[in-house]
Every structure is written in C-alpha cells, then in structure tokens.
C-alpha cells in the first residue's frame, strides 16, 4: 500500500511538499506498464524518437524555473546552482536525442559471406538516483537509455522525489507514450529494491554509495542482469610545486565545498608540494573565508545547507576527532548547515582522510615528492576523479597515466562534461555514463552472419 511522505525543506526545516510513496505492488504496476510500452517504443522510426526527446529537452528548458526551485526546496541548492542544473538537464537530453539516427552497428569483413553486429535495446532499465544532485544524475541514466529504445522507471532518493515527477509530467507534456517514462517514488528498501528483483527490469543504473551498490549488484546477479554503478569517492587534488600557485589556491575551495561537499567528485583530500604549502595554503583559506553560505534563494548563495540531519550528525562526527586548520564563521543557525571546513591530513589513515564525509570537509595533506603523491592519492578504496596543478606537460601525462581514477583534470577541478565518458575505478563503481559511448551500456551486441555463395560456373 502506498503512503504519503513529507518533503523537509533542508534549509528552514519547514514541509515544502507531500508526495505518495509507492510500495512493492505499486512498483510493480509501473514496470508491467513500462514492459507493456516497450515493443512499440523500440519499434519507433529513430527519426520519431529523436523527434520525442527534443521536444521533451525542450520543454524541460521552458519549465526550469520550475525545476530549479523544486531542487532549491527539497535539496537546498542555491537557486542559482539549481537554475544551472535544470538547463543541464535539457542539455543531457538534447545530447542524446540526436543518437537514435546514429547509433551504429558495424559491418566486419569475413570469409564466406558478411558479418554485421546490430545494437539492440534491453527492454525495462530501472534508474535509480541520490538526493545530492537529483534531476542532473536522473538524466545521466534515462536518456541515453530511452534513446537506446528502452522504458524507464526512475526511482528518485526519498528526499528529493520533487524534479523527478515534474520531469514525469514534462516528458508526458512532450508527447512520450504512457508508460514509456514513468517515476516511482519510494522507499529504497521497497520501491528501489523491487527494481532490483522483478525479473521484467532487464539493467538497473544506480548511483549512491559503495555499500548499497555492492548489494545491488549482489541482487541484480541472481538474474544476471545489466548494471550500472556509480559510487562513492575520495578524490585528490595534487597540487605540484611548478603550478600556478595562486590559480590552484583560489579554485581549490569549489572543488570540494560545491553543494556544501555532498558530491561523489569533490576534491575532499588536498595533496599541496610542500614546497609551496606555505604560499599556498593564505589563499587558499582566504578563498575559503569569502564563500557565501546561506540562503538558498539569494541569488548571492553560493553553499546551501546539508541535506537532512543525519548527513549533519555524520559530518560533525568527523571533524570532531580531527585537527581543524580553519572553518568559516557564522553560517545561519537554523537549518542542515555546517561549515566549510579545512583539516589537517598530516595522518593520512585518519578517517577523514580516508572515507568518504560528503560534506564540505577537506583535508590538506603536504607531500615531499612526485611518488609520495602518487602513493598518498592511490591509497584508497576509491578511484572515481581527480585534479593536478603543474606547469610541466611531462609531468602531467606521468601522473595522469599512473592515478587509479576514471576523471582526471589537469589545470582544473572539472569532473563531468556530457559528452565525455564518466565513471570510476576500484569501489567507485562498474561501467561508464554519458559520452558516446553511454548507449552501448543500454543495449546488448548482436552479431549475424550471412553466407554467400561464391559465384559459379
């Protein structure tokens, strides 16, 4: 039986909305509907699929406000981070709109007759998001698969359902299908897991944490079923004695307090030449001091508040055992927030050097030598991204080869652009998203041999 679940405001506390949670039999609905749709929508002309996302794009461009204050309120993102995000969903979509006319098979020269390989769609892909970036993440998973010719049911995180079912309505308002692309709110236990077991789900894309991917995987075994992980992380930005000092100092901050820390790719260990650690680290904390924390409606915000209180209990856990450098003063009282926070990393087996907070956490770590920040950076259980700042170009490509990571920056703290692949080493997760190469995760390879017969006579 489904039930009704308030919305908590993570920035004044107060209900911004009740939603209808579904529960296992709810679910199930939504995937025997998905099933139901899915013959015709794989037999759609590519041309009218193509056609289907770009209107779905574009109504999600018409409709970002909207969007971005249902992301301000249920995920307390600064409205103009949120405003940024929502065109970025459009962006995704219109991406990968313009795939179903050019995704190709291949034809393989043999003996005896032609070899061809076609890309065929799955069937039902169950999605199933986190709450730190809702909407944006959701639309790493369901458009490359619809694009794919597959349905989708998307399973938003229990705090921030709101964008998922507005994007519902605007794919509806778009033209799709019933059924094609539908949202089921819920529990992850119930709705997320049932995903997971019912047979008619043929791939489950799921980004969250490293525990609950490792038992959805576990769970989607029993059926060898496709899937997609995309964990946790504990990047590194190594910063070389030969950078551009300041440069590196003033861009530091963003790469690990954006969304007050609660992102898989923050930069959350700062390794700094110890070289430079003194001229490095005044400019740094100064950058950190002018970050505006507060209201996410000011346009001016630039760090929201956490997401719920146990994300603030878990952070506040952390640094309470650790040696705090410098945290930036008077951030608003009421509400999920805390400060951004720099730490010693002088011991790197603490545990704030080594797990994952997913908050606005950082620890600064100084190193001797090119190797020990090589060793410092490859020692976790995570591999997902990374920066390094250096002037010398051979340096670079050296340590960009031998970093245990799937995104790498150098120069920049930028982990994601849509046309790029993206995903993680080691216990970041299984696969790759976005990028060209984002389909082939969706579909399965068929390879068909035709004998010819040679000419006779």
């Not at 600064?364 to 390094?388: H, K, M, R, W």
Request: hydrophobic share 45%; proline share 6%; net charge negative.
């Amino acid at each position: 039986m489904s039930t009704t679940q308030n919305i908590i405001n993570p920035a004044d506390l107060s209900v911004c909305a009740t939603v209808e949670f579904l529960d296992v039999e709810e679910v199930d609905e939504l995937i025997h509907r998905a099933h139901h749709s899915y013959p015709s929508w794989r037999a759609m002309t590519p041309h009218d699929r193509k056609q289907l996302l770009s209107a779905f794009a574009s109504e999600v461009r018409a409709h970002s406000e909207e969007l971005a204050e249902a992301e301000m309120r249920s995920a307390g993102h600064p409205i103009a981070s949120a405003r940024g995000e929502a065109i970025g969903v459009a962006d995704v979509i219109e991406y990968f709109a313009g795939f179903p006319e050019r995704h190709f098979g291949r034809q393989i020269p043999v003996a005896g007759g032609i070899d061809v390989t076609f890309r065929e769609p799955l069937g039902v892909v169950g999605v199933i998001v986190p709450w730190n970036f809702p909407m944006l993440i959701a639309s790493w998973g369901f458009a490359p698969a619809l694009a794919a010719g597959n349905t989708v049911v998307l399973k938003p995180a229990e705090a921030t359902p709101l964008s998922a079912l507005i994007l519902e309505r605007l794919a509806l308002d778009a033209g799709f299908p019933e059924g094609v692309f539908q949202v089921a709110p819920g529990r992850g236990d119930r709705a997320g897991w049932r995903l997971v077991t019912n047979e008619l789900v043929k791939k489950v894309c799921f980004t969250g944490s490293t525990r609950v991917g490792k038992q959805i995987m576990a769970g989607c075994a029993e059926q060898m079923k496709r899937v997609t992980l995309e964990l946790g992380g504990k990047s590194a930005n190594i910063i070389f004695g030969d950078a551009d000092v300041e440069a590196a100092a003033k861009a530091a901050p963003f790469a690990v307090f954006d969304n007050a820390g609660q992102d898989c790719c923050a930069r959350s260990r700062l390794l700094v030449d110890r070289a430079i650690y003194d001229d490095f680290l005044p400019i740094f904390l100064e950058a950190t001091a002018s970050i505006v924390v507060g209201d996410p409606l000011d346009d001016r915000t630039q760090m929201g508040p956490l997401i719920s209180a146990e994300q603030l209990a878990r952070v506040q856990g952390y640094v309470a055992e650790a040696e705090v450098i410098y945290q930036v003063p008077n951030v608003p009282a009421t509400g999920y927030y805390f400060a951004p926070t720099v730490l010693s990393g002088a011991d790197t087996t603490a545990p704030s050097c080594r797990e994952e907070i997913f908050g606005p956490v950082v620890s600064i770590v100084p190193f001797d030598t090119e190797a020990e920040a090589l060793q410092i950076a490859n020692d976790s259980i995570y591999g997902l991204s990374g920066s390094i700042w250096t002037r010398d170009l051979s340096r670079a490509f050296r340590v960009v080869r031998q970093l245990e990571s799937g995104n790498l920056s150098v120069n920049s703290n930028s982990s994601v652009r849509y046309s790029t692949p993206f995903g993680g080493f080691k216990g970041s997760g299984i696969g790759r998203e976005l990028g060209p190469d984002a389909l082939d995760a969706f579909t399965e390879l068929k390879n068909v041999f035709i004998a010819i017969e040679e000419e006779k006579g």
